[in-house]
C-alpha cells in the first residue's frame, strides 16, 4: 500500500487546515487509516484515525472537538480538517494505515509526512 499526503502549511492560531491522505494498491487490507504527528526529538503521537470497514473514529484527547477526519469511501482518501489551531499543533504529520489496531505498534504502512506549522 502507497501513501500519499497533501495539505500541510503555514496558518496562523486560530486558523484552519485540511489534509489529505490517498491510499493506492491492496487497500482491501487496511483496517484503519489515520494521522500521527512528531515534533523534533519528540516521540511520534497518535492524532486520529477512521476503521475502514466499521466507520469508527477515534481521537486524541488534545484535538478532541477541533479535528475531524472523514474518509471518502470510493477514492480510498482520508482527510483530517484541523480547526482552531495552536500552536502546539505544529509538527509533521504522518497518514499510517494499520492492518490490526490503530495504535503506533500496528501500523504498517507510513506516509512521508506533511508539515504543519502554526503560528501564534
Known amino acids: 500500500v502507497e501513501l500519499v499526503e497533501s495539505g500541510g502549511g503555514l496558518v496562523q492560531a486560530g486558523g484552519s487546515l485540511r489534509l489529505s491522505c490517498a491510499a493506492s494498491?491492496?487497500?482491501?487490507?487496511?483496517?484503519?487509516m489515520g494521522w500521527f504527528r512528531q515534533v523534533p526529538g519528540k516521540e511520534r503521537e497518535f492524532v486520529a484515525t477512521?476503521?475502514?470497514?466499521?466507520?469508527?473514529?477515534i481521537y486524541a484527547d488534545s484535538v478532541k472537538g477541533r479535528f475531524t477526519i472523514s474518509r471518502d469511501n470510493t477514492l480510498d482518501t482520508v482527510y483530517l480538517q484541523m480547526n482552531s489551531l495552536k500552536p502546539e499543533d505544529t509538527a509533521v504529520y504522518f497518514c499510517a494505515i494499520g492492518l490490526t489496531g490503530h495504535v503506533e505498534s500496528a501500523i504498517a504502512f507510513w506516509g512521508r509526512g506533511t508539515q504543519v506549522t502554526v503560528s501564534s
Open positions: 477512521h476503521g475502514w470497514s466499521e466507520g469508527t473514529t
Open positions: 494498491g491492496d487497500t482491501l487490507r487496511i483496517y484503519f
